[in-house]
């Protein structure tokens, strides 16, 4: 795995985390489509959003992360997700990032977003175990939290999968789609990480 050391809040623009099959590297206006097109699924935003739904154009999805990205917020980092197999160009398939940053606790929460059809082919592993040693290695965290719907299964097991700990459940915290759900938190520690040599070179 080849990882790029950077600083602040989000990767310039030339740089990139990179796994076997998958990269992560910082957003451009021209994500909007895959942002628009995350977002415009409801069953994707009842599962990550916090907010209610609410439809979008594409033209405001794009003025909505040039704003961010001009003023990018001090407690997260976005990054947008893309498949790089074979000889084909990449291709984007979804958002990770972390959120909630806490400098002085040296903690973060975790998301990753994939579009349906990217789902269930294993992507998912790479980009979070890439995300997590990103945390840990390159940003100096060392605790990470999961946050999951009760019924979304396939997130609680990619984390479990990617050594993240059951830790509690938050009962009836969060709405969806016209009930109260319980929500799952999971936990990481960098002691619980495993180790993985770092090649500090542009890719």
């Keep these: 795995m080849k990882m ?8 310039p623009k030339d740089m ?43 033209h405001s999805a794009r003025r909505r992360m040039e704003l961010e990205m001009s003023s990018p917020p001090g407690d997260s980092v976005w990054l947008t997700a893309e498949v790089i197999e074979g000889n ?17 606790n040296r903690r973060a929460h975790i998301s990753l977003t994939l579009l349906p059809e990217w789902r269930g082919k294993d992507y998912g592993t790479e980009l979070l175990t890439t995300l997590c040693r990103y945390a840990f290695h390159l940003r100096g965290l060392r605790r990470l939290e999961v946050e999951t719907l009760s019924r979304n299964v396939a997130m609680q097991s990619l984390a479990r999968r990617c ?24 936990g990481l520690l960098d002691t619980e990480m495993p180790s993985a040599s770092l090649d500090r070179s542009r890719t």
């Design 4 to 11: 790029i050391p950077t600083s602040g809040q989000s990767l």
């Design 16 to 58: 990139t985390l990179q796994g076997s099959r998958t990269v992560l590297r910082a957003r451009s206006s021209r994500d909007a489509a895959i942002l628009h097109a995350l977002w415009s699924d409801v069953d994707t935003w009842l599962l990550s959003a916090i907010g209610p739904y609410t439809p979008e154009s594409l």
């Design 88 to 104: 084909t160009p990449p291709v984007a398939i979804g958002m990770a990032g972390l959120w909630g940053i806490d400098q002085f």
């Design 163 to 186: 050594g993240f700990k059951p830790e509690g459940c938050l009962r009836q915290r969060d709405h969806d789609a016209g009930r109260w759900t319980d929500v799952l938190l999971y």
